[in-house]
């Protein structure tokens, strides 16, 4: 008797259609918690300066600090929960507050030199994208990745 299945599609090098939309809405979801997150940090960052009187640097780590909290959890819960399992792990909050700061030297560096040539609130738009692009990226490959099959729990 002849095999009456025909043989396997070779790999299709073009991300197919729902990975392509399950990654999109992780980026709008990953969005939409940056603008909590904002929101966090600007509250923060007041009551830390205004209410408690804290220099602008320790006020802004201050307010940094909490609000990458607020978002490891906001992620973990929503964006990348089927990667997470919404479980929080030290491990993760760790490389998570690693890309943080990466993000935050992408931005810094991005509004520093687009100022050259950009208003500054220009500079400042093109620093947010430059942050977003790499947050996302390394919460999406690095710290929210699929575990292996072969992977041990933490």
Known sequence: M???????????????????NRTAFKALSFALVGVVNTGIDFVIFLAAYKGLGLALVPANVTSWLVAVSASYVMNSVFTFAAESGRRLRWRDYGKF??????????????????????????????????????????????????????????
């Not at 890309?99 to 030297?105: F, I, N, R």
């Open 2 to 20: 002849s095999n009456p299945l025909p043989p396997p599609l070779p790999p299709n090098p073009i991300t197919p259609a729902p990975q392509r």
């Open 97 to 154: 507050v690693g890309s943080g700061v990466a993000g935050l030297l992408a931005n810094t560096a991005t509004l520093v030199i687009a100022s050259y040539w950009l208003p500054v609130i220009g500079a400042k738009l093109l620093a947010i994208l430059a942050s977003f692009i790499v947050n996302f990226s390394l919460s999406h490959f690095l710290v929210f990745r699929q575990p292996r099959s072969d992977a041990v729990p933490d």
